[in-house]
């Protein structure tokens, strides 16, 4: 979807800003989230389908999509690849900091004694 913040919303799945103009709006919308047309999500939807609830939000959102307009700005793979080591850098900081007070109590003792009965 356009105008999400951040990565954008994902690359997995299809390309849905528009999804609400080719589904003929909000009636068409509906009865498709209803009773999935797809093979792929019949089989994620047969067992528990959408409830008129949430058929009704998943409209409202994409409608609302469709009313700002757009399509989502290709991107390079540069964000995904930042975040991910800004993340790596700050979770190697924390486990340095963690270790650093790691239980030494036996290790240094046992040291200690071998290098004293040598």
Do not use: C, H, I
Not at 41 to 48: D, G, H, P, S
Not at 59 to 84: I, S
């Amino acid at each position: 979807m356009a105008g999400l913040p951040l990565l954008g919303g994902g690359r997995l799945g299809p390309e849905l800003t528009l999804a609400y103009e080719r589904l003929g709006g909000r009636k068409g919308l509906a009865t498709w989230l209803s009773a999935p047309a797809t093979a792929t999500m019949q089989a994620l939807f047969v067992k528990r389908p959408l409830t008129s609830a949430e058929v009704l939000a998943v409209t409202a959102f994409l409608e609302d999509g469709a009313r700002r307009g757009g399509q989502v700005p290709v991107e390079t793979p540069l964000d995904f690849f930042l975040l991910g080591l800004g993340g790596t850098v700050a979770a190697l900081g924390v486990f340095g900091r963690v270790w650093r007070f790691r239980f030494r109590a036996v290790r240094q003792p046992l040291v200690r004694e071998s290098n004293l009965s040598r």
